[in-house]
């Protein structure tokens, strides 16, 4: 059986450290912690786990402290979590299922990174990430910020996922400010980096700004596909801020010329059609989102809604606008299969029944 490091960078995290290593403790052989600061209780609540804690000063370079942190593993694998990722009961049953099984020919373990739920817990934004990275293999971190680890050798898609719990905001500033010293000191971001530049410049509302430089990485050719589609659907959303529908929509079509239709952007086009209640049109594309393979493999981003309960509960909407109720409640009973206990499932359902109490 492999051998394995878990692997943290750590600051100020004593409201979740203990929950994460509670979590990961009893699966991994060693446990080392790299601190950039804390001036809370953290470094004590991680020598409860371990006596492998190391200072490291921060310099606004993730890769360079998560590259410091696997300096230290001794073990076979490096594993990374964040301070308020943990490993739910059942994916720790297969992660160490995992542990015993694993060839040691394997170079990088994929695992779900679960990092956006609804109001019952189910997940709603999920994507792989490289998690176990077998360690002094030639791989190391890239990336000051939204960081990566470049695979070589043999990649194994895991079935365990890590769960990503936030229970406070981080700072919103911090990733815009490392890419904009970045550029002020004459770097040039490499594509990856580009992409995720735009999408910073994007959560601050800068839309103009985001649409000249996910452009920019869109004409240069040289993004990864999935964040080619991802780039396309943010130039929709900056268009849609700026008043642009017309724009929004054309972005959204550029999207399949990288790549066949995805769920999610069959859905914000269907979107684009409702809100102009344009319902036939919208019909069309939700139930075009049905269709779509869902593969999370492919390393995208991944919203599960999409690939079943949102399609059905818009198709819902449409049909009942366009007179067709019988339709309407069928889908209704669609999304149900999904998300029985949805409001808009349960409210739906209420109406029709209303509706058939009154013909009857």
Known sequence: MVSISLCMIV?????????????????????VIVDTGSTDRTREIAARYTDKIFDFLWRDDFAAARNESFSHAAMDYCLWLDA?????????????????????GVSVVMAPYHTGFDESGRVTFSYYRERLIKNRAGMSWVGAVHEVVPSIGT?????????????????PDRNLRIYQSQL????????RQQFYYGRELYYHHRWEEALEVFEAFLEEGRGWVENNIDACCHCAYCHKELGRGQAALAALLRTFTYDRPRAEVCCDIGLWFFQREQYRQ????????????RDD??????SPDCYGYLPCIQLCVCYSRLGGLQRAEMFNELAALYKPDSPAVLHNRAVFQASSAQTA
């Open 11 to 31: 600051k100020n995290e004593e409201d979740v450290l203990a929950r994460c290593l509670d979590s990961a403790a009893e699966l991994v052989d060693e446990i």
């Open 84 to 104: 308020d990722d943990v490993l739910l009961e059942e994916d720790q049953g297969k992660f160490r299922a995992l542990k015993e099984e694993l060839d040691p």
């Open 155 to 171: 990649v194994l898609y895991g079935d365990f996922a890590v769960t990503h719990k936030k229970t406070r905001p981080s700072d």
């Open 184 to 191: 002020e000191a004459g770097k040039e971001l490499e594509p």
């Open 282 to 293: 919208a019909a069309y594309w939700y139930a075009l989102a049905l269709t779509c393979a």
């Open 297 to 302: 493999r492919r390393g995208g981003f991944v």
